[in-house]
T-cell receptor, first 112, second 114 residues
Framework: DAKTTQPTSMDCAEGRAANLPCNHSTISGNEYVYWYRQIHSQGPQYIIHGLKNNETNEMASLIITEDRKSSTLILPHATLRDTAVYYCIVRVGYNQGGKLIFGQGTELSVKP | EPEVTQTPSHQVTQMGQEVILRCVPISNHLYFYWYRQILGQKVEFLVSFYNNEISEKSEIFDDQFSVERPDGSNFTLKIRSTKLEDSAMYFC????????????FGPGTRLTVT
């Protein structure tokens, strides 16, 4: 499984965009980039995922570089409720069981 | 919006006792998972389950652990003889498919072994 590298922690001002980077330089062609977050000890919450193209949903945008070696999760207008640990996960392709391998993630603190 | 549910939310048990953690996955999902998170540590994969059999299991998932889908809706994790180190949050997840389909997690069961 491709490994990911994320900063340990980041701060963001409330109302501003939060840009969370992730490096995944060993990603394979059939591996998806997934983002989850975990607020306190709650169950991980799915945010967004992508393969090659940039993606946007109601929660966030995902920007994947053309070489797919890195990506950025963008929370366009961060609120205090976005304070959480954010996980960037490279997920194995077909016939591999589909497990998610969590790293330590980025602890995002949104401050007033 | 459909969601994964888990019961109980908190289970306290004595060392050596058997526990069963229950999960109700999202109804049209076909792939089921258990993860655990020891306090202060990262989320760890335990087992994946598809078509009534285990697809993959981690080193943590030893002979003390078993999973079952006893009917069309429940998915259970059994720990036969609990140890102190089994104390953790246990999360169930489900998805429609593999890599391109997101997994949805339940709220977790906090297991405390005394």
């Amino acid at each position: 499984d491709a490994k990911t590298t994320q900063p340990t922690s980041m701060d963001c001002a409330e109302g501003r965009a939060a840009n969370l980077p992730c490096n995944h330089s060993t990603i394979s062609g059939n591996e998806y980039v997934y983002w989850y977050r975990q607020i306190h000890s709650q169950g991980p919450q799915y945010i967004i995922h992508g393969l090659k193209n940039n993606e946007t949903n109601e929660m966030a945008s995902l920007i994947i570089t053309e070489d797919r070696k890195s990506s950025t999760l963008i929370l366009p207008h961060a609120t205090l409720r976005d304070t959480a640990v954010y996980y960037c996960i490279v997920r194995v392709g077909y016939n591999q069981g589909g497990k998610l391998i969590f790293g330590q993630g980025t602890e995002l603190s949104v401050k007033p | 919006e459909p969601e994964v549910t888990q019961t109980p939310s908190h289970q306290v048990t004595q060392m050596g006792q058997e526990v069963i953690l229950r999960c109700v996955p999202i109804s049209n999902h076909l792939y089921f998972y258990w993860y655990r998170q020891i306090l202060g540590q990262k989320v760890e994969f335990l087992v994946s389950f598809y078509n009534n059999e285990i697809s993959e299991k981690s080193e943590i998932f030893d002979d003390q652990f078993s999973v079952e889908r006893p009917d069309g809706s429940n998915f259970t994790l059994k720990i036969r003889s609990t140890k102190l180190e089994d104390s953790a949050m246990y999360f169930c997840a489900s998805s429609e498919g593999l890599a391109e389909y997101e997994q949805y997690f339940g709220p977790g069961t906090r297991l405390t072994v005394t």
